[in-house]
C-alpha cells in the first residue's frame, strides 16, 4: 500500500471512530423536527428513488420514506445505522441501511432522483469528492440537497473554537465550508444544471442551562468527545471555557434552559 493510500486509509479510520464515539442518537434527537422541515420542503413525490448519504441514526431518511420514496440509507458508523434501522422497524418503514463512504457511493450512475444530505457529507475530508459522487448517483434533471452549517453561524464558531486547540489532519479543508454559498458552486457547478441557496435558522433547544448542554455534547457528540479527549486537562479546560462562552453569548432562554439560533445552508443542485 502506498504512503498516499496509508495515509488515507488511517484518516478514514478515525473519522468513522470519532462518529461512532459517544452516542449521535441522543443529539439527532434535537434536531429531528428542522430534518422533517428540510424533507418536507423538497415535496418528495411517492415512488421517488432517493440516498440520504451519511443518513446517521435516520432523521432525514425517515421523513424522506413516509413521503412515499423509495429509501437507501448509507453512513461510515454501524452504530448509527443500527439506531437508524430500529427506527425504522418501529415506525413500519421499509429503508434499506448500509455502510460506507460518501466519497466512494457502492451504486451506479444516475441511480437516484434524489441525493440528501443533512449535515452529514460535509464532513468528509475530500469535498471535491464528494460531490462528484453526489452528482455521479443523480440522474440527469434529478435534485442533490444538502444541508451544511455555515462558517458564520454558531454551530461553525464551535467548530473553530475547536479546531483551534485541536487542529484537523494536515490538508483536510473545514467541513464548515459547505455552507460558504460560493465554495458549494465551485464545489457541485461542473455537473449541475442549476444551483440554489439559502440560509435556515434552526432553533436548538436544550432542557438544561449551556453548561449542562456542553457537557451533554462532551458526553454524546463525537466529534466534541473525541476532541476533549486528545487534550490534557489544561487543554481541557481551556475549550471548555471558550465553547461555554459561545453557549452562553448565543443563549437567548431566560429560564435556565438553552435555546441557540444556528444557521445553515439548504443547497438544491439539478443534476445537469
Known sequence: MSTVSADLAQLKSGMKAVWMAGDF????????GEAESFV??????????????????GNTALPSAKAGAKVTGIDIAPNLLEQARKRAVAEKLDIRFEEGDAEDLPYPDRSFDVVLSMFGAMFAPRPERVASEL????????????????PEGFVGK????????????????PPVLWGDESTVRQRLGHGSAQ???IRRKMQMAFPFPPKETLDFFRRYFGPTKTAFSRLDADGQATLA??????????????DGTTAIEAEYLEVRAVRA
Open 241 to 254: 471555557a471558550r465553547l461555554e462562552s459561545l453557549w452562553l453569548e448565543n443563549n437567548t432562554a431566560k
Open 40 to 57: 418536507r420542503r423538497l415535496e418528495i413525490k411517492a415512488g421517488t428513488r432517493l440516498l440520504d448519504v451519511a443518513c446517521g441514526t
Open 195 to 197: 444551483i440554489s441557496c
Open 158 to 173: 464551535t467548530f473553530r473554537a475547536t479546531a483551534e486547540l485541536v487542529p484537523p489532519p494536515p490538508g483536510v479543508p
Open 25 to 32: 442518537g441522543q443529539i439527532a434527537n434535537f434536531s429531528a
Open 135 to 150: 452528482l455521479r448517483v443523480c440522474k440527469p434533471y434529478g435534485l442533490v440537497a444538502m444541508a451544511n452549517w455555515t
